[in-house]
């Protein structure tokens, strides 16, 4: 067998959601519509649609979510029973103000985040809170245009605020904007739905790549000033709050030894990672200045902000890993970051996918988890998400304690023990700062990227299907009990 390694004592284990794939009860409280209330079904062919408001008919997985507004306590019960340190989860910024705008914050929704990080104290398990994950009021996408309007930096900031000095003494970790990276594929087949989700965008059909990279790279920078004033309020309140930026690592490889290829993986890298310099550094790189005075992005910007940049720097960085990509250059075309034309996702024959496509790639883990240490020497790393999205099958259970179904999922088993190895490999080998695992989704959620239910992650089963038929009821998975030892055991039986 391979060799493992121990984790740290203080090693953060455990499990993330989000709140808008697990919640369910999108419409109580006081809770208003958000921008993932209005996106339908979709699978793996087809792409989610974003509809104007909610409409009669169609179906909506986040209303229904897995009702983790009412099971919270059961759900917990379990992640317990697993030994998780911690657990990720967001606010629903509709519950606390449901259009954004308004002055006063919804008690309701307060008090429901009370219950809720109350609950994971008495249990022993750290709260890790995400301010903004896909979750933006809808109201501030129709009335004001998301984020590509300076208004919602402000609006974004009375939310941080109240969040942050109602819940200071019962979450210590935070982080700003979920995945903040992922909108920078805007050539990809996704695009229309992650600048959606991350900032409330939604191009006219018409518009030109530049037009979209305009909207895109503006409503960025208004997140990234919203996130800094983030970070300058919680150290003003608490200077032992940590509060960190949120990115999707995915490495992106060069297809061939060719020079060209070369260089075309590291300007898809350039592109996507400069949100980590602003947060990190509180300054974009050169690459992009040199971008936005080429092409006159990114206009609307005061000194202010780059102050305000300057002073809320991250206490730490949160990242998602699923896959890494491969990448050539375009022949005809010279690679800049403005053209992502220049540069062709290709598959990569050397590693298997999983049946949504994504690229299984444990090293991959380890190779950015190095990169990230070289760029940014010191800095706590935790991994926010990791996790493989299967079909599972629910069976007759033989020798599990007390339930009567289960599900056989060796192949998450193996997707995770390898992960795990990398991290450890890059921890116990590299010197990696990492403090924590959450792996995704614990138990069973919505898929934010396809709306399903059938994508599952967790290690907990979860009886509902796409159209929210079904018992709702827990099921362990023989996951549950592997990643049990492997906290028991600090990670060193895997
Ligand atoms: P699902 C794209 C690429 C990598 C991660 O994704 C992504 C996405 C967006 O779909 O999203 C993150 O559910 C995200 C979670 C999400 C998780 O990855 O599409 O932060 O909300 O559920 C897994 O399989």
Redesign the pocket.
Known sequence: AKKTYKMADDFLWGGAI?AH?AEGFWDVDGKGVSIADVLTAGDNQTARQITDGVVAGENYPNHHGVYFYETYKEDLALLKEMGFKAFRTSIAWTRIFPNGDELEPNEKGLKFYDDLFDEMNRLGIEPVVTLQ??EMPYHLVTAYGGWYNRKVIDFFERYARVVLTRYKDKVKYWMTH??IS?QASLADA?ST??VW?NSGLKFDEKATLDEKLEKMYQAAHNELVASARAVIIAHELDANLKVGC?L?E?PIYPATTKPEDQLAALKATQAREWFADVHVRGAYPATLETMFARKGFRKNVTEQDFDELKRGTVDYFAM?Y??SWVVRAVAEKTVVLDDQRSVALTPNTEIQASD?G?NIDPKGLRFVLNQLSDRYPNLPIMIV?N?F?AYDELVAAEDTDNAELTVHDGYRIDYLREHIRAFEEAVALDGVNLIGYLS??PFD??????GEMK?R?GYVYVDLDDFGNGSGKRYKKDSFYWYQQVINTQGQDL
């Open positions: 989000a794939q994950h896909f979920n995945e992922n996704h739905f992650q989700v949120m999707a995915t998602s699923y896959m949504w994504w998400e996790g999205g995704w989704a959620i919505v898929s934010a990227g396809t994508k992650y």
